[in-house]
């Protein structure tokens, strides 16, 4: 049974849907597998990458966005590239990790040729194009697949609510990378240095730094617990467009002291992070007028492995990530009264802290692995 993995999204370059790829992509036998993907500007980083895997990787430039011409050709191309690779692997079947434009070709291949074909959806990928010109095309590609991935229990409702068959729709969602997150060091205590957390409670959130994730709202629970936990420290980890303005929401509060902003870090420095960390919280919103949501959560699920236990928004995804009351809460995520009650009642209960991270951890372990999800798709055969 030979596949073909068409993603726009694809290591070496950083993103979860990149990461989802990679992750999934491993768990099929190397020689019935091949991806084609697009060319990045790093030659040598990609050609690097490349050379480390088992399974074929073919680069072309099969995403042209910088206007409609070089969009068609690239979409020739990429069709050009699947006719070539039936003739030369007779595929069997076309998985199309990101859905559009790409997957334009995956009815003409089952038309012409009998392959299968699956489109993948993550979330805003579909529900981000309803409003387009071109969303009757996406809706085509969608209902004449042979089934449709998708992310999660809530990306699922959407597709039903969108008119794609419950039956049709295979959910698969992401997993883990333990071997990234071990980091390849035992701790030690230069990070607590760094970043001044000795004898500290540390919360900390992992994601870029946009409207969606709610650190806005975090901060305002923040300032409400600080006088009740006064030997608490959050620690915002990584980069975006919302930093200036959560900088003024930390000086607005008072939290200067309190809230420490450490960038885009290294998976090295991440791993040191969580091993030092007592606690995980993001409070993602779906900003409705945007399409804007989590489809999954896969952070939630690094908490955990680290025996974290987590505070999640209520929203998209994310209950298919926590488990609510378990391994960790559930929370409404513009509710910053219930989201400080929250935060002092982990930090303060090491028991039950403790216990939703054991908790956490076996359900990481024991279900969320990509070895897991593995198993998901190639049952589709």
């Known amino acids: ?32 597998t091949t991806v084609l993907t697009n060319k990045i500007k790093n030659v040598a980083e990609s050609e690097q990458f490349d050379q480390k895997t088992d399974f074929e990787i073919i680069r072309k430039r099969i995403f042209w966005d910088s206007n409609k011409l070089l969009l068609i050709l690239s979409q020739l191309i990429l069709i050009i590239q699947l006719i070539h690779l039936k ?75 969108l008119g794609i068959s419950e039956q049709q729709i295979v959910i698969i969602p992401p997993g883990l990378n333990v071997s990234k997150l071990n980091g390849g060091s035992e701790f030690n205590e230069d990070i607590r240095d760094k970043y001044d957390l000795h004898g500290k409670k540390v919360m900390i959130t992992v994601s870029r730094l946009v409207e969606r994730k709610g650190h806005d709202v975090t901060l305002k629970a923040m300032s409400q617990v600080i006088e009740r936990v006064p030997d608490l420290k959050y620690v915002i980890c990584g980069d975006g467009p919302h930093k200036e303005q959560l900088e003024r929401l930390v000086r607005q509060y008072g939290l200067d002291s309190v809230v420490v902003f450490t960038g885009r870090t290294t998976d090295h420095e991440l791993h040191q992070l ?45 209950p298919d990530a926590v488990k609510d009351e378990i391994t960790g809460y559930l929370v409404d995520p513009m509710d910053e009264k219930e989201i400080a009650n929250r935060i002092e009642e982990l930090i303060t209960d090491e028991g039950l802290a403790r216990t939703m991270g054991n908790n956490g951890y076996e359900w990481v372990t024991n279900h969320c692995l990509w070895s897991h999800r593995g198993k998901l798709l190639k049952q589709l055969a």
């Open 1 to 32: 049974m030979n596949k073909v993995f068409v993603a726009i999204d694809f290591p070496p370059e950083k993103g979860g849907i990149h990461d989802y790829a990679y992750g999934l992509i491993s768990q099929i036998p190397a020689e019935e």
């Open 87 to 161: 003739w030369r692997k007779k595929t069997d079947e076309i998985h199309f990790v990101n859905i559009f434009p790409v997957g334009i070709a995956g009815p003409l291949m089952k038309f012409f040729f009998g392959v299968k074909y699956f489109p993948y959806v993550h979330g805003l990928d579909v529900m981000g194009m309803v409003n387009s010109r071109l969303f009757p095309l996406l809706l085509f590609i969608l209902k004449r697949s042979d089934k449709v991935i998708s992310n999660s229990q809530y990306t699922k409702s959407k597709l039903v609510d």
């Open 274 to 318: 969580y091993e030092c960390s007592d606690l995980f919280i993001m409070p993602s919103r779906d900003i409705k007028e945007k399409g804007d949501v989590e489809g999954f959560g896969i952070v939630f699920l690094e908490a955990n492995y680290y025996r974290l236990p987590v505070i999640a928004g209520n929203s998209g995804g994310i």
